[in-house]
């Protein structure tokens, strides 16, 4: 894009284990990396939670909104915003997880 804002989508990944089973994750964390990952991926759920409501709402016309489209994918993008939020610093909810799963997990 010639002299415009150019965009970088997150790269979080979004098929992790703890987005399927998060004890399982935290009962997984060897490492603060780990335990960091295992933080940020719970923010990102629980962002992802907390913005579906703000969508629900929203109704969308022709010719550029609405339809079956829309609907199929409008949860994919409310998954990259909140995993957007996530990557880059978040609401505060990373680092009161980070502290319990370290304190659980006597790594500090």
């Known amino acids: 894009m010639a002299g415009g804002?150019?965009?970088?989508?997150?790269?979080?990944?979004?098929t992790s284990a703890a987005r399927k089973d998060p004890a399982a994750s935290v009962a997984?964390?060897?490492?603060r990396a780990e335990a960091e990952k295992?933080?940020?991926?719970?923010?990102?759920?629980f962002l992802?939670?907390?913005?579906?409501?703000?969508f629900a709402g929203l109704?969308?016309?022709?010719p550029f909104g609405g339809?079956?489209?829309e609907e199929m994918f409008k949860p994919m993008l409310i998954d990259q915003y909140a995993g957007a939020i996530a990557a880059r610093g978040g609401v505060g909810v990373r680092d009161a997880?980070?502290?319990e799963i370290l304190k659980l997990q006597g790594l500090e």
């Open 59 to 62: 109704s969308t016309e022709a």
């Open 38 to 45: 295992v933080a940020t991926e719970f923010e990102h759920m």
């Open 97 to 99: 997880v980070l502290k």
């Open 28 to 31: 997984s964390v060897h490492t």
């Open 67 to 69: 339809g079956s489209g």
């Open 48 to 54: 992802s939670q907390m913005l579906q409501p703000m």
């Open 5 to 14: 804002l150019a965009l970088t989508p997150p790269q979080v990944d979004v």
